[in-house]
């Protein structure tokens, strides 16, 4: 499946592709969609979520606060299942990956063979 042909703005058309969707979507949906890259050939290539680094502050704050309400500890790592990690916390397997390295990085949270936990500051 090569994904989806979008309309942005009413005036271009858009290509989301399949392993950027991690949602579903139904004909006539309106959705907040991002410009990955303007092909060569003019073709624009979307991205639901915003890209890279911008996202992360977002979602950083996301995990931080179900670490807060899950008692400073949650049972996925990168070695869970895509699949869950997108049940739970609503972001591709790759996003939270980038999103946990950066909060390590600032010593936010340290991780354990079953999971993520909180440092408390």
Known sequence: ELGY????N????GILHGNEVF????????VK???KKIRPDNKIDL????PGY???EDE??????LLNENNGYLPYNDKSDPTDIYAFFGMSK?????????????KKIQFTQTGIQLIEQ
Not at 23 to 30: A, N, T
Not at 47 to 50: A, F, M, Q, V
Not at 60 to 65: L, M, V
Not at 94 to 106: A, E, P, R, V, W
């Open 5 to 8: 042909v979008m309309i942005i």
């Open 10 to 13: 009413n005036k271009h058309i």
């Open 23 to 30: 949602q579903q979507l139904e004909i006539g949906d309106k």
């Open 33 to 35: 969609g991002f410009v």
């Open 47 to 50: 991205i639901l979520g915003k």
């Open 54 to 56: 911008t996202k992360v």
């Open 60 to 65: 950083s704050a996301k995990i931080i606060r």
């Open 94 to 106: 790759k996003s939270f990956k980038m999103t946990t390295g950066n909060l390590y990085k600032q």
